[in-house]
């Protein structure tokens, strides 16, 4: 059962753009929903987080959207650069056990081509 | 560069083989986690330390895996008669008990199993 599903599993934007990553979940009991940004090689760069208490948290060029009636949150990148390439993963914890393990999606490719 | 350092980077391996990686947490980080991730996948929880004790571990770690966590700093995953579906990027995240969910990862460990 996969608990947390991301889409589109690619994603290709020119610069300039608007890249938009969305990820729908199963569990009610998630109250802290994370991307991570992922290049080659690398492991997972936390790149911004939310809440189910607010609809939206924005840093820099990058905004989270969350829905909690809908359960789906996104990642949306403003003017989207080259250096942006990368995979992005959305994931999901709660407050279960004072563990907080993270459950992921799958992941987005996104190229931003120049 | 998160200040969670992992060793090896890379480890190449024949079936059979016992191998061991080592994570070495963000200083003061109580929290460690341990996930794997496969091509094309998100990272997968195997197991949680809170300091010292080992609070969790996933079904995806069978017997054959072992994890440990002396004293509460550097942890280390053995894996005892590797598989080729062992072969993956082995993950070590790390946080503190006052950002309970933030998760600050390592550059991981990747596993080939010949």
């Known amino acids: 059962q996969q608990q947390v599903k991301q889409s589109p599993q690619s994603l290709i934007v020119q610069k300039g753009g608007i890249s938009i990553i969305n990820c729908a979940y199963e569990?009610?009991?998630?109250?802290?929903f994370p991307w991570y940004q992922q290049f080659p090689g690398k492991g997972p760069a936390l790149l911004i987080a939310?809440?189910?208490?607010?609809s939206e948290k924005k840093e820099g060029r990058f905004t989270i959207s969350f829905n909690k009636s809908a359960k789906q949150f996104s990642l949306h990148i403003m003017d989207s650069q080259p250096g942006d390439s990368a995979t992005y993963f959305c994931?999901?914890?709660?407050?279960?056990?004072?563990?907080?393990?993270?459950?992921f999606g799958k992941g987005t490719l996104l190229t931003v081509n120049p | 560069d998160t200040g969670v350092s992992q060793d090896p980077r890379h480890k190449i391996t024949k079936r059979g083989q016992n191998v061991t990686f080592r994570c070495d947490p963000i200083?003061?980080?109580?929290?460690l986690y341990w996930y794997r991730q496969t091509l094309g996948q998100g990272p997968e929880f195997l197991t949680y330390?809170?300091?010292?004790?080992?609070?969790?571990k996933s079904r995806l770690l069978s017997d054959r895996f072992s994890a440990e966590r002396p004293k509460g700093s550097f942890s280390t995953l053995e894996i005892q008669r590797t598989e080729q579906g062992d072969s993956a990027m082995y993950l070590c995240a790390t946080g503190t008990s006052i950002l309970r969910d933030t998760q600050y990862f390592g550059p991981g460990t990747r596993l080939t199993v010949l």
């Open positions: 200083s003061e980080h109580n929290r």
């Open positions: 939310i809440r189910p208490d607010v």
């Open positions: 994931a999901a914890s709660m407050y279960g056990g004072s563990n907080y393990k993270l459950t």
């Open positions: 330390f809170q300091n010292e004790a080992q609070l969790e």
């Open positions: 569990n009610t009991a998630f109250d802290y």
